[in-house]
């Protein structure tokens, strides 16, 4: 499995940025996604996450409200809509994946076998 992860970028506080993690080597609707983030010097922390076959989603409350993840299983292709953004959300962002039928509260709780590289998020306030 291999994951790649794009978008990030510099924006506002206010403003929006959607990421995209690109799936591939195994079937994709097997997988449940997740996005992680994390700040130089601080624990890696759980943001997003997403069932294989998209019917449930899970959201940290930091970002609940404000960031939206959907996927397109066609495209092999998980997307985080981040709207709203706050300087507390610069980070890192990552994408993992979990060979799992899990939904609902355990997806925030699965051992991601799967890592991508990260892509910088910075919001300037």
């Known amino acids: 499995v291999q994951l790649q992860a794009y978008g990030g970028g510099l924006v506002q506080a206010g403003g929006s940025l959607t990421l995209s993690c690109v799936f591939s080597?195994?079937?994709?609707?097997?997988?449940?996604i997740g996005w992680f983030r994390q700040v130089s010097g601080k624990e890696r922390e759980f943001v997003a996450a997403?069932?294989?076959?998209?019917?449930?989603?899970r959201y940290a409350d930091s970002v609940k409200d404000r960031f939206t993840i959907s996927r397109d299983n066609a495209k092999n292709t998980v997307y985080p809509q981040m709207n709203s953004l706050k300087p507390e959300d610069t980070a890192v962002y990552y994408c993992a994946a979990d060979r799992t039928t899990a939904v609902g509260y355990m997806l925030p709780l699965l051992v991601y076998d799967y890592w991508g590289h990260g892509t910088q998020v910075t919001v300037s306030s």
């Open positions: 080597g195994r079937t994709f609707d097997d997988y449940a």
């Open positions: 997403i069932s294989g076959k998209g019917g449930s989603t």
